[in-house]
């Protein structure tokens, strides 16, 4: 953990100040349980930015591509990563992101699978649903707003945590809650895009 309080640290000290960074929601993240946090994804910054702009440390799901070159492979077990491969189903992914919901961790999410080229949400995979039916933890959205440019304003807006209790009851197929999550991902991008 101390890696990723530094590499946070770092982070912050180029970030807030280079982007402009503005932290809004904050009062919604929850202080403890397991937490299901998905954002809209339009950079490869997103990663770095929601997680330190994010209160409690995040365990993103990143490209197995990653972990496969000794340096990068270090550096995403050391900043909390855990690989999934994409355009399939990969079991194992699926289970680590579980085990870590069921630990009370923050698992980090981008529904879409990669970035959106027009900055416009995309369709969310079934994988983000399956995190919210097959675990208790709390379903957090996010958003990433602005340009990522230099002195130019950029936000992140955590969301109310949706209340998953009758989707889970009713057992909604995966891709169902999954656009659940869209939606809500959708209506913060609405709201303080303007």
Same mark, same amino acid.
């Given at each position: 953990m101390a890696f990723y309080d530094f590499a946070k640290g770092v982070v912050k000290v180029i970030f807030k100040p280079l982007y402009r960074v503005e932290v809004i929601g904050l009062e919604h993240f929850p202080k403890e349980g397991g937490v299901l946090l998905c954002s809209n994804h339009i950079s490869n910054l997103d990663p770095p930015t929601?997680?330190?702009?994010?209160?409690?440390?995040?365990?993103?799901?990143a490209k197995a591509e990653l972990f496969q070159k000794g340096a990068t492979k270090k550096l995403m077990n050391a900043i909390n990563a855990f690989p999934v491969k994409r355009g399939m189903s990969d079991r194992e992914a699926l289970?680590?992101?579980?085990?870590?919901? +069921?630990?009370?961790?923050? %698992?980090?999410?981008f529904p879409e699978g990669t970035r959106s080229l027009t900055g416009e949400l995309g369709k969310g995979l079934a994988g983000a649903g399956f995190f919210a039916l097959r675990s208790n933890a709390h379903i957090l959205p996010c958003a990433v707003i602005g340009p990522y440019k230099p002195f130019k304003k950029q936000k992140i807006v955590f969301g109310k945590p949706i209340?998953?209790?009758?989707?889970?009851?009713? +057992?909604?197929?995966?891709? %169902?809650?999954?656009?659940v999550i869209m939606s809500e991902i959708q209506k913060l991008l609405d709201e303080h895009s303007r």
């Open positions: 929601v997680g330190m702009s994010a209160p409690r440390p995040v365990h993103f799901m289970r680590n992101g579980l085990k870590l919901l +069921k630990e009370d961790k923050v %698992v980090g999410l209340d998953f209790t009758e989707i889970r009851k009713n +057992k909604t197929p995966a891709d %169902v809650a999954t656009e």
